[in-house]
């Protein structure tokens, strides 16, 4: 029998609320292990204890707990009988799966009737590993450790500690709604509010068919990237075409490209209130580009009717392209593809707005109407990180014209 323990990061820290952190981490748990089966899941303490079914491997288990917010590190323990000679048998293996040239044990007795004290089952199963591999035995540093925890029926061990994702369980700090281009910094910013316990769904805005699929098809895949991290999310895709076409044809170039982002931001609190989201991500970082200078940056906001979140806003882009490299996204981010906001974008773009000279121009504009339009003509994606084993038959998804089921800031950012 195998056991999945995690240590919490964060949640350690809790107090009496500690109980939600935890049942929220279980839920999470679940959630990105839904096509497996999985057993009890117990709270133990500072930890958290996952019965693994037989027939799921390491590798994938692996795979799935290191995109777990909310655990500093997790190991992977191997159940025995409380006897010596077994425990010793299964140390080994664990230690040659964790090959180094120094290592430690590490024993705790929960059962103090155990004939041994921990200080000699250290050393019995320390000569055992030592004899068997040659490795060096090293108390200070080693390069592996191996763990030992005796119970009165079983006794528990592991080798090594993988790191965790950190941070918070998602879905304990709310939900929220990213505005998500093919860019490099919208999934850097999503990633780091998840991390912060924000459960978020997904808007992407495009301009086809005057531009190409090419934005939709990153947007989707990273996307489904950043949704193995929570589960499962919606993906809006955006039609924004026609709506960029009203705009230059009834306002002063200079302004064109603050008027998209406060459309975006329109169009984005709509689709939150349909996700029951409280705030809006983007990937924003200040100064970054002409429509992210501060002036700008207020009156853009200032057409959102939900906070706008912006992790990135006091990072430079060599810390973004270094995270998102970690997190796995720059490859896709980089592909080329036809933004939306590049179609039509003067060559002159405002970057000290007024609010009285924003709000003049969109006065020319039916502002609800044209919100109206793109909502309703968005293309809903449920995307799942992992399809669940008891489903078999995808869910209705929110828009009623378009949608599709996907398994696995654009000012947007």
Known sequence: MRYLIGRYHEIALKGRNRWRFVDQLKRNLRALTSDWALGPIHSAGPRLMLEVPERLPDHLLHERARRLFGLQNYSLSYSVAPELEAIKRQALACALAH???????????????????????????????ASATGWRVDLTAPETTVTVEIFADRALVAAGKQEGAGGL????????????????????AAWRMMRRGLALDYVHFHSYPMLSRASQ?????????????????????????????????RTHRPLRVILYR???????????????????????????????????????????????????????????VEQARRLGTFETSILP???????????????????????????????????????ASCESVKLYAYLPQARSQPPATVAPRHSADHHGGQGQG
Do not use: W
């Not at 809006?236 to 075409?241: K, S």
């Not at 406060?262 to 970082?285: D, H, I, N, P």
């Not at 970057?351 to 609800?368: C, G, K, Q």
């Open 169 to 188: 369980p998602v879905g304990i700090s709310g939900r929220g709604l990213a505005l998500l281009s093919g860019g490099i910094d919208s999934p850097v």
């Open 99 to 129: 090959p180094g040239r120094s290592f430690a044990v590490r024993t705790r007795r929960e059962n103090k009737r155990f004939p041994l004290n921990s200080m000699q089952v250290d050393r019995e199963v320390g000569g055992a590993i």
């Open 337 to 375: 593809d036809q933004d939306c906001c590049t179609l039509f974008i003067p060559r002159h773009p405002e970057t000290h707005a007024r609010i009285a000279e924003v709000e003049a121009a969109e006065a020319a504009l039916d502002v609800a109407r044209m919100v109206a339009e793109v909502v």
């Open 217 to 249: 098809d990153k947007a989707r895949e990273l996307a489904q990237h950043l949704v193995g991290y929570q589960g499962q999310a919606m993906l809006y895709l955006a039609p924004f075409g026609l709506l960029q076409r009203e705009i230059i044809a």
């Open 262 to 320: 406060r459309f975006m931001l329109r169009v984005a609190c709509a689709l939150a209130a349909r996700e029951g989201a409280q705030t809006l991500v983007t990937g924003e970082s200040l100064g970054q580009v002409a429509s992210q200078t501060l002036p700008n940056l207020q009156v853009i906001e200032a057409a959102a009717a939900l906070p706008v979140i912006r992790p990135l806003v006091g990072m430079d882009k060599n810390e973004i």
